[in-house]
């Protein structure tokens, strides 16, 4: 079970980090990843990260701004989300999968996503 929190308001500029807890599992073995979802919008990918933390990868629209780390061992990955904007506004979820390929396309295990709300 993959548990998201950290989500919130934030005014545009402002920072958020998110965290995502792995219960039932040890993340150790997957690549995690975070995707996120606007209303009315298909759900799209953020970044990912190796299982041995190296190698991160970002979306375009987050680079620069967002950093994904890992602790494994405390079983959770991180979010750090700088210079947040309004169009950053979403749900925000987190992935594991055993697949480098997967992980950013369609993870097998996801969260139930925290909501992160930017005013501008």
């Known amino acids: 079970q993959l548990v998201e929190s950290g989500g919130g308001l934030v005014q545009g500029g402002g920072s958020l980090r998110l965290s995502c807890a792995a219960s039932g599992r040890t993340i150790s073995n997957y690549h995690m990843g975070w995707f996120r979802q606007a209303p009315g919008k298909e759900r799209e990918f953020v970044a990912r990260?190796?299982?041995?933390?190296?190698?991160?990868y970002y979306a375009d629209s987050v680079k620069g701004r967002f950093t994904i780390s890992r602790d494994n061992a405390k079983n959770t990955v991180y979010l750090q989300m700088n210079s947040l904007k309004p169009e950053d506004t979403a749900v925000y979820y987190c992935?594991?999968?055993?697949?480098?390929?997967?992980?950013?396309?369609?993870?097998?295990?996801w969260g139930q996503g925290t909501q992160v709300t930017v005013s501008s």
């Open positions: 990260i190796m299982w041995s933390g190296s190698n991160p």
């Open positions: 992935a594991a999968d055993t697949s480098l390929i997967r992980i950013s396309r369609a993870p097998d295990y």
